[in-house]
């Protein structure tokens, strides 16, 4: 199998968990969205930034970007219909 390759990434979510208000009293296991994921789809989502623009800044090629996104924005629906909690933290990434 092939290594991967290290993410660029601009922003530090340290501390970032996100758990949903229920009155119910089972312990729901989080979602853990990846760095490198959460910076792909705040660059894509929040920034606006083309694939070609995130995939320079993320260091990585445009197909890899569309990827990691894809897996991101399934992780966060997951976690919002399946009213989970949401975990930031992980994955192969360099701070900018």
Do not use: N
């Not at 989080?30 to 490198?36: C, E, S, Y």
């Not at 990691?68 to 900018?96: F, N, P, S, T, Y």
């Amino acid at each position: 199998m092939r290594p991967k390759k290290t993410r660029w990434v601009k922003c530090d979510p340290s501390e970032r968990f996100f758990k949903p208000h229920t009155k119910s009293k089972d312990s729901t296991d989080a979602i853990v969205l990846t760095l490198d994921e959460f910076e792909a789809i705040r660059l894509l989502d929040y920034e606006g930034l083309s694939q070609s623009q995130t995939s320079q800044k993320m260091h990585v090629h445009r197909s890899t970007v569309s990827r990691i996104a894809a897996v991101g924005r399934k992780k966060i629906i997951q976690a919002l219909v399946e009213i989970k909690a949401l975990k930031i933290e992980g994955g192969c990434c360099k701070e900018i």
